[in-house]
C-alpha cells in the first residue's frame, strides 16, 4: 500500500538541469524524513541529500551541495530534488527513500530507511 514514485530522470549535457520527483502515497509526508540516494554501477549507494517533512530541515552530501536543492510540498505528498550544474560523476540511479522522523537510519547510505521507490535514472554524458 505505501508506495514511493520517483519521475524525472534523463540524459543531460555536462552543466546542466533535471528536477526529480517523488510522490508518495499510502501515507502522508507530515512527521516524516525523505531521503534521495543514488548508486552507479559498481559503486557503493550514497546519500545526496535529506529533508524533514515537518520542520524543512535538510543534509546534502558535500558533493552536490551548492548544486543540489531538496524541497517538500506536503500539500501534493510530493518531495522534490533540484540538481543544477550536473557532473559526469553525478551519473547514477537516483531513489527515493523514506522513513519515520524519529527512526534509527543512516543518513550517508540509506540504511534503516523504511520504503524506497524503485529509482529513476540520471545519465551525464556530453
Known amino acids: 500500500q505505501v508506495q514511493l514514485v520517483e519521475s524525472g530522470g534523463g540524459l543531460v549535457q555536462p552543466g546542466g538541469s533535471l528536477r526529480l520527483s517523488c510522490a508518495a502515497s499510502g501515507f502522508t509526508l507530515d512527521y516524516w524524513a525523505i531521503g534521495w540516494f543514488r548508486q552507479a554501477p559498481g559503486k557503493e549507494r550514497e546519500g545526496v541529500s535529506c529533508?524533514?517533512?515537518?520542520?524543512?530541515?535538510?543534509y546534502y552530501a558535500h558533493s552536490v551541495k551548492g548544486r543540489f536543492t531538496i524541497s517538500r510540498d506536503n500539500a501534493k505528498n510530493t518531495v522534490y530534488l533540484q540538481m543544477n550544474s550536473l557532473k559526469p560523476e553525478d551519473t547514477a540511479v537516483y531513489y527515493c527513500?523514506?522513513?519515520?522522523?524519529?527512526?534509527?537510519?543512516?543518513?550517508?547510505?540509506?540504511?534503516?530507511?523504511?520504503?524506497w521507490g524503485k529509482g529513476t535514472l540520471v545519465t551525464v554524458s556530453s
Open positions: 529533508i524533514s517533512t515537518s520542520d524543512g530541515s535538510t
Open positions: 527513500a523514506a522513513a519515520g522522523l524519529y527512526s534509527d537510519y543512516d543518513q550517508m547510505t540509506g540504511d534503516g530507511m523504511d520504503y
